[in-house]
């Protein structure tokens, strides 16, 4: 098996809209590259996924999600979201919450985040960030 990665919410709206249409775009393309790779996702963005406008049916919703792992809420992942959120305040650079927890469950399981919003999550040190 291949390298873990999280794949972030603008990664999962890009797909979810690809998949809908039936297109082949970079959210498709970049899966199709790292077939090989655990395909990870947090429970924040299972929830803004949940309360988007496609997730008009559960059962379409846990379908999008069955072949991914999700990343629950750990001790870890909290103590990071404090130390980020530390840095980001004393230096003025916060990002939204959600995009915080995003960040702090990829750092405390160590794996990398796939985001379309690459410059927005460099700002969170120590998260390797794979842009699309």
């Not at 990071?80 to 305040?89: C, F, M, N, P, V």
């Amino acid at each position: 098996m291949g390298k873990a990665l999280v794949l972030e919410t603008t990664f999962l709206i890009d797909l979810e809209r690809e998949v809908l249409r039936r297109l082949c775009g970079p959210a498709s393309e970049f899966l199709d590259r790292r077939r090989d790779d655990q395909l990870c996702v947090t429970f924040v963005s299972v929830g803004e996924m949940a309360a988007g406008p496609t997730a008009d049916r559960k059962e379409r919703w846990e379908d999008f999600f069955r072949p991914f792992r999700i990343l629950t809420l750990t001790m870890e992942a909290c103590w990071e979201y404090g130390k980020a959120y530390r840095h980001l305040a004393a230096n003025g650079q916060l990002i939204g919450g959600n995009d915080l927890w995003i960040a702090a469950t990829s750092l405390a399981h160590g794996m990398p985040l796939v985001t379309r919003n690459g410059d927005h999550f460099k700002r969170v040190p120590g998260l390797e960030v794979i842009s699309y």
